[in-house]
């Protein structure tokens, strides 16, 4: 199956400053990622959809200047967690759509995780 | 309001043993429903997905069984193994919603013991 990867898979940070976490499909081009958090005994919660070449879409609530996503090339996008702060300690998974998978299953492929500690 | 509801909430197990993990949907329109599993620390792998011409859909020892007119599914284990500790989601796709369009349940968290 297709392979997704993030970078780092941990992350501890003071408050204030900015984390990039990055997201690349190993062995696939992903023209869309999606990018989710999710809080210890909670769902997922996708946080935005991450669109190569163009502008991300936020879900509502979810602040576009803070959460900055660049999705620069088919194989990698990245999540920068701008001025954080300790309510932004969460896991933030990624996902990639493989291409030619029949649309009525839409699959998606998950990465391994980023856990975020902010102090 | 879209939903995915899953019981029980946690489960102990003996290694060896089977056990049966329910999901209730309210999600409509409905496009497919998928079974993760997903360790602690890592991000969920795909079990099982079904649309709704599918009722049923095994994966080695997993089974999941899909009832349209009920919104009900369920993920079966056989001969459960220490491995298979983990949270085990159910994932309802909104049909016609944009591609990340996913509504989540809480999970189940099993553990096995030996």
């Known amino acids: 199956g297709a392979v997704v990867s993030q970078h780092p898979s941990r992350v501890i940070c003071k408050s204030g400053t900015s984390v990039k976490i990055e997201c690349r499909s190993l062995d696939f081009q992903a023209t869309t990622m999606f990018w989710y958090r999710q809080f210890p005994k909670q769902s997922l919660m996708l946080m935005a959809t991450?669109?190569?070449?163009?502008?991300?879409?936020?879900e509502q609530g979810v602040e576009k200047d803070k959460f900055l996503i660049n999705h620069a090339s088919l194989t990698l996008s990245t999540l920068t967690v701008t001025s954080a702060h300790p309510e932004d300690s969460s896991f933030y998974i990624c996902s990639a759509r493989e291409p030619g998978t029949p649309s009525s299953y839409n699959e998606q492929f998950f990465g391994p995780g980023t856990r975020l500690t902010v102090l | 309001k879209n939903q995915v509801e899953q019981s029980p909430q946690s489960l102990i197990i003996l290694e060896g043993k089977n056990c049966t993990l329910q999901?209730?949907?309210?999600?409509?329109?409905?496009?497919?429903l998928r079974w993760y599993k997903q360790d602690t620390g890592r991000g969920p792998v795909s079990l099982t997905i079904?649309?709704?011409?599918?009722n049923t859909k095994s994966n080695g020892r997993y089974t999941a069984t899909l009832d349209a007119d009920t919104k009900q599914s369920s993920l079966h284990i056989t001969a459960s193994q220490l491995s298979d500790s983990a949270s085990y989601i159910c994932v309802v796709r909104h049909y016609g919603g944009s591609q990340g369009n996913l509504i989540f349940g809480k999970g189940t968290k099993l553990s096995v013991k030996p």
């Open positions: 999901c209730n949907y309210t999600v409509s329109p409905f496009s497919n």
């Open positions: 079904m649309t709704f011409s599918e």
């Open positions: 991450s669109n190569e070449g163009s502008k991300a879409t936020y």
